[in-house]
């Protein structure tokens, strides 16, 4: 069956539950076309199995933008609202990582996990 959101081919999400952990594993680009799945994805994930962690393993992540950012920063908080830690997962491409320095969110959104 054919995904009518073309923005479902550019940005893939797989969670996997450890324990009373949870990882999101994002493979493609988080943008303004794929931020709004991305947040959908993370809303479930933290209302249905409720974690004390949520891993983003963002190593697959080609390409962030400024609306991938803030939605990195809402995780953070929606997290955190759900009683879970936001942990990030790399190592990260290039420019995701140019990014996040830039920004001087690697260090609202780190120490970057391995």
């Not at 794929?34 to 080609?62: F, K, M, N, Y």
């Amino acid at each position: 069956m054919t995904n009518p959101d073309p923005s479902a081919r550019r940005l893939r999400t797989r969670v996997d539950l450890h324990g009373d952990r949870a990882a999101i594993r994002l493979t493609g680009e988080v943008d303004l076309g794929t931020a709004p799945g991305l947040r959908r994805a993370i809303c479930a994930c933290l209302g249905q199995h409720r974690p004390c962690a949520l891993d983003l393993h963002l190593a697959e992540v080609s390409f962030c933008d400024c609306t991938g950012l803030n939605t990195l920063l809402w995780a953070r908080l929606e997290a955190a609202d759900a009683g879970a830690a936001l942990v990030v997962r790399g190592p990260l491409q290039s420019g995701v990582a140019r990014l996040l320095s830039v920004t001087g969110t690697d260090t609202v959104l780190g120490p970057l996990a391995a």
